[in-house]
């Protein structure tokens, strides 16, 4: 099986523009995690994705927001960009039991200028 | 609200030396506590995690309820056990995970 694959895998914009990431996970799993991660903040929870709603929400601005599609790819969005929202954003498919193991993908490196 | 606290960014050991990585947690309820790994240019994955009570490339971890801890051991350090390791913990309610800001051990020769 393919493992979670994130696109695009390096991402540069400037401040006040917006960005959409894209995550698909392991053929078969329903839900779909976000995370950020910064070197000052470590792995921060965004949002989690089961059947197309979102099943839990983390302490983010509205800026933040996610979906999921029928074929349970995910988009996460940002817009209005600050220089602090600089991360790798990873994304972790699980079959969609609570607690079931994470597997996460690469990330996309995001930096704005 | 949960916390997780890992007091140690570097751990460093040779080889054949027992290793102890550190972990707090603070949480009102009833936690699941894991431990993720993330080796040199690999994706994030998961080491263990309480429930299941096994070992994983020789590793081990025990949930202590009376001192909020779930460190991470093992007898005898090997140098493919350098990574970085987060230990992170899943409320009750939900699927969201809170990481510490984990630890790097460096296994040297």
């Known amino acids: 099986k393919a493992g979670v694959t994130q696109t695009p895998r390096y991402l540069i914009k400037t401040r006040g523009q917006q960005v959409t990431l894209s995550c698909s996970p392991i053929s078969g799993h329903r839900s779909v995690s976000w995370y950020q991660q910064t070197p000052g903040q470590g792995l921060q929870f965004l949002f989690e994705?089961?059947?197309?709603?979102?099943?839990n929400k983390g302490n983010f601005p509205g800026r933040f927001s996610g979906r999921q599609f029928s074929n349970s790819r995910s988009e996460m969005n940002v817009s209005t960009l600050e220089l602090g929202d600089s991360a790798l954003y990873l994304c972790a498919s699980n079959p969609g039991g609570i607690g079931e193991k994470l597997f996460f993908g690469s990330g996309t490196q995001l930096s704005v200028l | 609200a949960q916390r997780v606290t890992q007091p140690e960014k570097l751990l460093s050991v040779f080889k054949g030396a027992p290793v102890e990585l550190k972990c707090n947690y603070s949480y009102s309820g009833s936690p699941e506590l894991f431990w993720y790994v993330q080796y040199s240019r690999q994706r994030l994955q998961l080491l263990l995690r309480?429930?299941s009570r096994e070992s994983i490339k020789g590793f081990t971890a025990d949930l202590n309820k009376g001192e909020t801890s779930f460190h991470l051991k093992k007898p005898f350090a090997q140098e493919e056990d350098s990574a970085m390791y987060y230990c992170a913990l899943r409320e009750s309610s939900g699927d969201k995970l809170t990481f510490g800001t984990g630890t790097r051990l460096a296994v040297r020769p």
């Open positions: 309480h429930i």
């Open positions: 994705y089961f059947s197309e709603t979102q099943r």
